[in-house]
């Protein structure tokens, strides 16, 4: 499978280093207006032919997918000349700038059997989504998930109140601070070694499988073109000074 890269200064690197990794696919080329971004990638990528614009990129031979990294101004026309065509495609969220440009798109790509795929990374990302910190209380340990923290994203503590179950004294009520703190058990924290990975890599390898399965995955067109509908209303609703607005 060859793929293309349209923008390559904050996100496009990214996308393109993660492509490389994948089995079968080959990144034949990326677009760039600026001289500096093309001279960097090809400093960095010998083997990927860098243009100045997307339609050249879209012109090379064979070429099967397009990944654009471009402002959201330009996302409609560079993803429409893509699909028009005759290329798959996966754009940096949001997929447009307004419901009516998504609405287009999604028309287009269903029209011609093309997938169309929105990068929505946290969809992919393990653990708790759209959560900096959350605790799990049980009935025998509390759970940490720290989701800023590089490393030990979770700690388990053996900390609970005592039970008669357990063999162990408790009162049903307590006159003193002092007794009330006799009731909880602290105990060690353990942190357990989870296995990390970029979220964006599976971000790729599902707009790969997609592809491949001829099936759109969750993040499609359409599900892209819900999430800037619902913006859209987001944003109404705050010039109405919080009224409600229906989807």
Known sequence: MKVGVV??????????????????????????????????????????????????????????????ATPISTHHAVAKAALLRGKHVMVEKPLAGSSEHCRELVAIAEQSGL?????????FTTGPCK????????????LVYDDVEPVEKVRIYDKCVYDTRDGLPIHRYYDTFEEFRLAYRHGDVVIPSIPSHEPLATVCQEFVEAIRAGKPHQSSGAFGLRV?????????SLRQSGQAMPL
Request: glycine share 8%; proline share 4%; aromatic share 4%.
């Open 7 to 68: 923008g390559c200064g904050y996100w496009g690197p990214n996308l393109l280093r993660n492509f490389l990794q994948i089995d079968g696919v080959t990144v034949v080329g990326c677009a760039d207006l600026r001289p500096e971004r093309r001279q960097h990638i090809e400093r960095r990528h010998p083997g990927v032919v860098c243009v100045e614009s997307h339609e050249e990129l879209l012109a090379m031979p064979g070429l099967d997918a397009v990944v654009i």
């Open 115 to 123: 997938i169309l795929m929105v990068d929505h990374t946290f969809l």
């Open 131 to 142: 959560v900096r910190r959350m605790t799990v209380v049980g009935t025998h340990r509390m």
């Open 228 to 236: 800037v509908r619902i913006l859209e209303k987001a944003e109404a």
